[in-house]
């Protein structure tokens, strides 16, 4: 599914307002009706016994990868259902019996209205804090469903609620017809002691800066509550776009995310004020993202398959060899760093590649022979000591010939002359080309601009710090908008850029962006990065192109990471080798 800015989130609801006639009263009813679902489903599993932390996480991952799947399959036309009712509907009709439906009684489905009674409701006492646009407004509508469901809510309004105006207004009315009990902030900082929980619907994506004025007190008071928070669509000071957090944010346990996930929910540190997401669909068309040319994806499963058009089953023809699936070659490693080389190109053969040669200073083969015997070994030439040399490159491209992917910069070091070095590499390397580590910080201090004009796909896989060095910002700017300074550089520079961290985000220089959904924190572990360059440069070989090898590789990266903890039964024991294995 998409992942939307404000603004975007705006224009498509104008859109679906506009164009498909669909009036905002009724996005607004269905979106708080969803956000009162999420909290009636919480209060259901309250006191059901907890999961362990680790576990959790691992499941909110996936739960969340797999979330909004609703989203991204847009109404589907029911084959044949229109036949449908004219034959086998009509016979029925007409008082036929076909396919044998003489026994069949007829069955109470309690679905609706009647499903959202919540079990435990009379310990419950919901608090709602109302803000003065829509999203207010979805709080209003929340709260008279959690009302219908016998849970009990009071109304506390950030602004005199005769300030409410349109949709919002409208349903300010509704609520208090219904005669939900409603106050107004008096300023200062009130105590939510008496409530069993809160629903924070001040700020959307509607906000403008840091939460001002009651806004800020009514943020503070539910954050220093101890009570669980659920925000409407975002939490309340955290801004949309690129998940930085104001002064002061809410602390969400759960945020009911409306229509399409906002860039910000998935970027630190705003998703650590989100808590769990979900995403629910307020009756805006998914399809109408793509219509419309957005173009940054949650990299789910259905978008390696729809949007990178990858085969995820990565079958293989029956009647193919180890030539069939490309031939990697890695220049990475060096004396005191060779363990980096390894993982590297174990890491692309356990990503399919047919066949993987290693490129090392000579003075390291005899001590890396039969490390890993599905490996070749290639002398790169380099230093006595094991270092790299400009002398290297040379090498380096005689080997490259007729490969298919070359990958740099694993445990390689910094060396005399490792600009030219690089340079050499870049302009003669006529094959795909992965840059990594060390060969990212050369890259940094390189003039950009006589290296443009490569025919192969590029590909950098920075961490934050060597995308700051890359970009000449700080890491802090980097992690304010990773998600933009990623769009831009892959632009500018045409080159795909997999900016790592929790959500990597994967930029392609024609303007598409995918947000990774795989992954755990367990994966903080040396060695990690040289196993998803060795995944990317084996899925390359494949035939896999820039874009596609590295989306595919961060997702599958992130996966087995997952699986690897599970093996392991937790998360901070994972270490590279086991990120390998559980390919
Ligand atoms: N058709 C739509 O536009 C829909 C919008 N929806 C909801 O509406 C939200 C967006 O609504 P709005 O655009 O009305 O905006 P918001 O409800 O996010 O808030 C805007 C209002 O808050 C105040 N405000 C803004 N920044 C502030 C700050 N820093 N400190 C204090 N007060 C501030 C201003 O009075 C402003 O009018 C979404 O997040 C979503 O929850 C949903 O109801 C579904 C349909
Ligand atoms: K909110």
Known sequence: MHLVTAEEMRRLDRITIERLGIPAVALMEN??????????????????????????????????????????????????????????????????????????????????????MAEHAEDEHWLVLVGKGNNGGDGLVAARYLSEAGIAVSLLYAVPPESLTGEA???????????????????????????????????????????????????????????????????????????????????????VCLAFLKRGLLQYPGSGAAGRIVVRSIGIPAGLAREEGLSVYWLTPDVLEGVLDIDVSRRRVPDGHKGTYGHVLLAAGSLRMSGAGLIAARASLRAGCGLATWAVPGKLLPLLAGAAPELMLADAGGEADGTWNAAAAEEVLNLADKKDVLAVGPGIGRFEEDKEWLKRIWEGADCPLVVDADALNILAECDYGIWQGR???????????????????????????????????????????????????????????????????????????????????????????????????????????????????DPASVIASDIIEAL
């Not at 956000?35 to 009636?40: C, D, L, N």
């Not at 009712?85 to 209205?113: E, F, M, Q």
């Not at 300023?187 to 800020?216: E, K, N």
């Open 31 to 116: 979106a708080g009706r969803a956000v009162a679902e999420e909290i009636i489903a919480l209060c259901r599993r309250r006191g059901e016994g907890s999961t362990p932390l680790a576990a959790q996480a691992l499941r909110d991952s996936a739960a969340l990868r797999n979330a909004g799947a609703w989203a991204a399959h847009a109404p589907v036309a029911a084959p044949g259902f229109g036949t449908a009712r004219n034959t086998a509907a009509g016979p029925a009709l007409r008082g036929g019996n076909p396919g044998g439906a003489l026994a069949a009684a007829p069955k109470l489905l309690i679905s609706g209205d009647a499903a959202l």
């Open 169 to 255: 207004a409208l349903q300010r009315d509704a609520a208090a017809a219904m005669g939900l009990p409603a106050a107004v902030h008096g300023g200062g900082r009130p105590d939510f002691a008496g409530y069993s929980g809160i629903l924070d619907a001040l700020l959307g994506t509607g906000a403008a800066g840091a939460p001002r004025g009651a806004y800020a007190e009514l943020i503070a008071a539910a954050n220093g509550s101890g009570k669980p928070v659920v925000s409407a669509d975002i939490p309340s000071g955290l801004h949309a776009d690129t998940g930085e957090m104001h002064e002061p944010c809410i602390q969400a346990s759960l945020t």
């Open 455 to 569: 025919r192969e796909a590029v590909i950098l896989t920075p961490h934050p710090g060597e995308m700051a060095r890359l970009a000449g910002v700080s890491t802090k700017e980097v992690q304010r908008d990773r998600i933009g300074l990623a769009l831009n550089y892959a632009r500018e520079h045409g080159v795909v850029l997999v900016l790592k961290g929790a959500h990597t985000v994967i930029a392609s220089p024609d303007g598409r962006i995918f947000v990774n959904t795989t992954g755990h924190p367990g994966m903080a572990t040396g060695g990690a990065g040289d196993c998803l360059t060795g995944i990317i440069a084996g899925l390359l070989a494949q035939g896999l192109d820039g874009v596609q090898a590295a989306a595919f590789g961060v997702y599958l990266h992130g996966l087995a990471g997952e699986r690897a903890a599970l093996l392991r039964d």
